[in-house]
Each structure stands twice: as C-alpha cells, then as structure tokens.
C-alpha cells in the first residue's frame, strides 16, 4: 500500500516517484486523501486509480477529502483551534504583577490527520500543534511541565529567558514520568512559539511537539478577529518527506468547514511555521492583500503583499480586510503543498 522500496530496482522510491507510480491512489482510497490526486494519471479500468475513485466518489476533482476526521476522538478540532486562547491561571504576585501558570503534559498518542489516516504523534496535552500559550508582556510564566510520554522531552520557548530556562541542554531534558517547572517573564512582545528540543530535533519537532506563544503589548492590538495557523506537515511513511500538509494539523479541513468572516472586519492571523522536511513553507490569500508584521515585534507593517515564505520557526502576524463577500481561497504557494492538504476557504458575509 505504501512502497516506501523498489526492491527490484534496489532503491528507494521518493515521494514524488511514488505519486508518479500511482502509490497515492491506493493512499485515496484508504485515507479519502483528495480526488484531486485520484483523478492524476491512468484511468484505464483496472487502475488503482479508477478502482478507488469508485470508493471516494465521482472524479469530480474537487480540492479536499472524502469523509470526515473524527475530532472528539483527536481530542481537538482545527476550528476551535484557531481562536483557543490559553491565558492560564492567573494570579499576582506581591508586587501587583500579574503571575500566569501553565500545566503542560507531553502525550504519545495518534491522531487522525486526513479522513482514516493516523499519525502517531507525539503531544502537548494531547494535540497537536499544543496550546496556544498567551499573556501581555511583563507577565510572570511558570509552565509545569509532566512528560508522560515515552521518550524524553523539554520545552524550549522562543522569548527571553535566562540559560536554566532554556530546555535545550542535555541535563535539561525531561525523562518520562518526571516534571519541571519552567518559569521567566513574558518578553518582548510579539509572536513566538515553543518547541521541544531533544535530539534528534527533527524527530521531536516533527511528531508534534510545538505551539504557538503570544505575547500581547501593555497596549492591545486593535480589535479583530484572531486566527492561529500552525503550518504544518506529517511524514507517513517516515521517508523523511511530508506526505500531508495543513494548518493546524488536519489536511483540507477549512476546504470542508470554511472560516466565516465578514466583509470589511479586521482578519488578524498569527501565522507559525513548523513544518519539518521542507525548507520553506508559505500562505497565500486570494482576492486580497494583508499587512505583515514580521514576529510581530513591532506595530508598523513590514510589508503589504498576498503571499509571504517563512522558513521553520519563522511566524508573522497577517492583517486583512475582505472587501466583497464571496467564497476566498488560502493556500501555501508551493502547488505540491495545496495538493496534499494546506489548503482551505474564508467564507465572506455582508455585515448585518
Ligand atoms: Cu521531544
């Protein structure tokens, strides 16, 4: 079902080799993994593709999946996703600043990333990315972290903090069933992220272990509606290759639920990008233009464009106003990406 060898040949197929042979379109059949793929190549009647395209439906080419993701048993759901804000316990300390406290467990656990197609991911509370970390510069964070995991782990947040904080030395990893308590102030302001950072990285990284990390300025941003997209991608077959792309960890899914916005609102998104494997990744919005506020460090606009690459850890805060209603796409401009789920819809409504 996945040839991840040629024994014949002696060599490893690569994932493009392996879309070219057809090895997707038994992938379409098992996984609803998009009729756009089923749809490439032979059709002749005893093709894989033609026999699957039976079971995923006409060959309509529609852009997304067939079937449904099952999000109560992933444990979260991309919508909800991208306005759940974590701004954790809060208290004060003597001194009138405001203390928030974070618990964090890491989690080996599957989770269903495209219709019937499961990754077995390595989890921050049980999704993936993990929560989004949120708090106004000068907060106190303390973080308790509890690796239940199989595997050591830390937390390594981007920001300020001093060296015994950074969960990235070897006597600072996390062994499972033990617990650690990261604890810094929240600075500078702008986007940020955390990550684990055992070796090997990419592994660590890949299996799920990231989140988003806000920190607002003492004087909020303007209002808007909020969006964290995690750009993210999934080695199936451990290739060291993505086979599934997304935001937010669930491939087509605003193909099938598009995010409702209205026209002229202030669409604000916090952008991240961890996908492991690939250099670069990237968003694209149709129909419109945004502001880019690189790290979100600063409030003037860097930039005033549709489309921006961001290399791994890279992340940037978008701003944007649709002008007419109608059904808009967002993408990553690199086609291959789209075609393998980073791809989805705003759907624009008049103001009432
Ligand atoms: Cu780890």
Known sequence: MKPLSD???GRRLSRRDWLRTGGVFGLAGMTGIPALLANRGDHSADAPAARNAKHIGPPTGAMHTVGTVDHAANGFDPMEMLTDFDY???????????????TIVAQDKEIEI?????FPAWTYNGQVPGPTIRATVGDRIRIRFRNEG????TIHFHGWHPSGMDGSFPDQQVSPGEEFLYE???????????????FPLKAHIHKGLYGAFIIDPKTPRPPALELVMTMNGFDTNFDGENEVYAVNSVAFHHMHSPISVKVGETVRIYLL?????????????HASFFDVFRTGTRTESDEFTDTVHFGQG????????FRWPGRYMFH?????????????????????
């Open 7 to 9: 024994t014949r040949l």
């Open 88 to 102: 954790g316990e809060v208290s004060t300390l003597p001194d009138g600043r405001v203390v928030r406290d974070f």
């Open 114 to 118: 495209a219709p019937g197609m499961f």
């Open 150 to 153: 199989s595997h050591p782990h």
């Open 184 to 198: 810094f102030d929240a600075e500078p302001v702008g986007l940020h992220l955390y990550h684990c950072h055992t």
């Open 273 to 285: 990008n961890l996908t492991e494997f690939d250099p670069v990744n990237s968003f694209h919005l």
């Open 314 to 321: 890279e992340r940037a805060i978008l701003e944007f106003k």
């Open 332 to 352: 990553a401009h690199q086609s291959e990406f789209a075609e393998l789920g980073w791809m989805g819809f705003f759907d624009v409504m008049e103001q009432v």
